[in-house]
């Protein structure tokens, strides 16, 4: 279903003739024609000919009658392709009739395990944690529609020196009353009032200094506690996940803890291996390519100088545990570009070890921050994080208004459901619809805009789809033929062919802002043909095949809404 894929394939055997090798015909969109080639340019020096000679001996020698209307050769070069209305009719009429939209499963499926969102537990998820979040469902959701068995890992922080001060918090709070506290989700105050207390008493230090030990020594009462403290704070996290409508659920929970075990082992390959060294008394992997701005080596500390081990371990414990025992080839750490640096260097210490051989490859998904209207990091009015669930209800709370204010025939329920759908869309649609290595501005105007690139206007282009077949009273007949007469017909028709490509791009790329700027065009392009084709006043084979665009225009808005999380209500 891929035109663009189609055209070349018809242009490559073209190009190799007249070239004698094989030539990428370089086919793109054009604003000339449906499709350009370019590639004759790039041929013109190694023949010794002109292009536009070139380009005219590929017209000839292509297999294109069947498939383009017209066969141009423009400028300096250029090869234009006006597909015909056959042609495209035809290949909408099979995305009518295909459930998948003409997007395959994947041929050679994969095991991926996607880590996003990893909070602390006893920590209160805010604003940082939203980027993560989104960004990591919407790869968990994308691959596995394609059809790759699809691991989701939070990687929780529940492990380490902090615990000893919460865990000795707790013990002076009693059991009871410090569930009591954390089940209220004021995990923030909770870690807080540790922390005043760590920092004022040196009783207290010393306390969680000895409890650190005993956790990590397997003490049965110590572990009690610990685990009222991490279950507590999962019950929390679920309710944020709910909320925010994303997949991540109880069994997707992977603590540092859970690698615990795997730490010592992993260093010992990493010493068998060679691959140790000491510096200034602790164990180090020196990755190749990892120095500093004074040109000295930079080490990645596994083992610290006291015997405990660092961040590198762990993450490179959960590596070699997701490679060797889970079977993934496809890693992806859904994490901030801040830590680009740390996982360079993790990467490559786990390819000196043989963790990450072809296929297995792991991939950084990195992504910017979320700026306030100041264009510094988003603030709360006291200057502190913003809370994700204040975020997120204020999303719905204004999307609820809003949809009461621009309909007011819905009922109390339908617009909360309306106001959820519109308001966690936004925000989710916000992130997902820039270049995720670049920071973004917190903009709720924009965000729940009905015009624009936003999620609003696609839910509403969605809605307005809907309610043709409300107004109806009757479903498309996906084998109803295709006719092309208007341009707005044809510019809709060709959108409607390009999803599957788009989705397939997303996939390898995880740039996510491919995804919606083409369903953004598809919204678009919906809008000029709604406003000049009238679908219901049509009459006979040219309302049928209306219908048809209509509703495949539904499924397509809907499916690719869906990849990234986001609902689509049928009233808006």
């Not at 805010?126 to 691959?143: K, N, P, Y």
């Not at 699809?150 to 410090?178: C, Y």
């Not at 105007?445 to 809605?463: I, K, V």
Request: charged share 25%; glycine share 10%; with cysteine.
């Amino acid at each position: 279903m891929d035109l663009e894929k189609l055209l070349a394939d018809r242009l490559a055997p073209a190009f190799a003739t007249v070239a004698g090798e094989p030539v990428d015909p370089a086919v793109r969109r054009s604003q000339h024609a449906d499709f350009q080639s370019d590639a004759a340019l790039g041929l013109a020096r190694r023949l010794g000919r002109p292009p536009r000679e070139i380009a005219a001996e590929v017209r000839e020698h292509a297999a294109l009658a069947d498939l383009c209307a017209t066969v141009e050769v423009s400028g300096p070069g250029f090869l234009n392709l006006t597909v015909a209305d056959g042609a495209l009719g035809g290949l909408v009429s099979a995305l009518a009739a295909d459930p998948r939209l003409g997007v395959p499963v994947a041929a050679e499926p994969e095991t991926v395990v996607v880590d996003y969102s990893a909070p602390n537990v006893a920590k209160e998820m805010h604003v940082g944690h939203l980027r993560s979040t989104v960004i990591g469902d919407a790869a968990a959701r994308t691959l596995d529609w394609l059809g790759h068995r699809v691991l989701r890992a939070n990687h929780l922080g529940d492990w380490g020196t902090p615990f000893g001060m919460l865990i000795e918090h707790l013990v002076d709070l009693g059991e009871s009353e410090a569930a009591r506290e954390l089940s209220m989700g004021d995990l923030d105050g909770f870690y807080q009032a540790a922390r005043v207390k760590f920092d004022a008493d040196a009783t207290f230090q010393e306390r969680s200094r000895r409890r650190v030990v005993a956790l990590q020594g397997g003490d049965p009462a110590t572990l009690r506690w610990w685990r009222l403290l991490v279950t507590q704070s999962e019950s929390y996290f679920l309710t944020v996940y709910d909320l925010l409508d994303v997949t991540l659920s109880a069994a997707d929970f992977r603590g540092e803890s859970s690698y615990h075990d795997l730490l010592a082992p992993t260093v010992e390959e990493l010493d068998r291996l060679g691959l140790l060294r000491r510096s200034d008394g602790a164990d180090c992997v020196f990755p190749p390519g990892s120095v500093g701005r004074d040109g000295e080596p930079l080490p990645l500390i596994v083992r610290k100088s006291d015997g405990g081990y660092g961040y590198p371990a762990t993450d490179l414990a959960a590596l070699r545990h997701r490679t060797g025992t889970l079977g993934a080839t496809r890693l992806l750490y859904v994490v901030g570009l801040p830590q680009r640096r740390h996982f360079e260097m993790v990467f490559a210490a786990a390819a000196q070890a043989g963790w990450l051989a072809a296929p297995v490859r792991a991939e950084h998904v990195g992504f910017g921050s979320i700026l306030g209207p100041d264009g510094r990091m988003l603030r709360s009015r006291a200057g502190g994080s913003v809370k994700l669930v204040g975020l997120l209800t204020e999303a719905v709370e204004r999307a609820t208004a809003l949809a009461r204010e621009r309909n007011p025939e819905l009922g109390e329920a339908e617009a909360a459901e309306v106001g959820r759908a519109v308001g966690i869309g936004a925000i989710k649609y916000a992130d997902l619809s820039g270049d995720r290595h670049k920071d973004y501005v917190l903009d709720w105007e924009r965000m729940l805009a009905l015009d624009g690139n936003t999620a609003p206007y696609l839910q509403y282009a969605y809605s307005r789809v809907r309610s043709i077949f409300r107004r109806a009273g009757v479903a498309a007949r996906p084998d109803a033929g295709l006719l092309l007469a208007e341009p707005a017909e044809r510019a809709l028709a060709m959108e409607l062919v390009g999803f599957a490509p788009v989705v397939e791009e997303v996939a390898g790329s995880l740039e996510f802002h491919h995804l919606t700027g083409y369903l953004n065009r598809l919204a678009v392009a919906f809008s000029a043909f709604y406003e000049r084709c009238p679908v219901l006043r049509a009459e006979g084979p040219v309302r049928e095949s209306r219908l048809v665009l209509c509703d495949l225009t539904a499924r397509v808005l809907r499916q690719g809404l869906d990849l990234i999380g986001i609902r689509t209500p049928e009233r808006l």
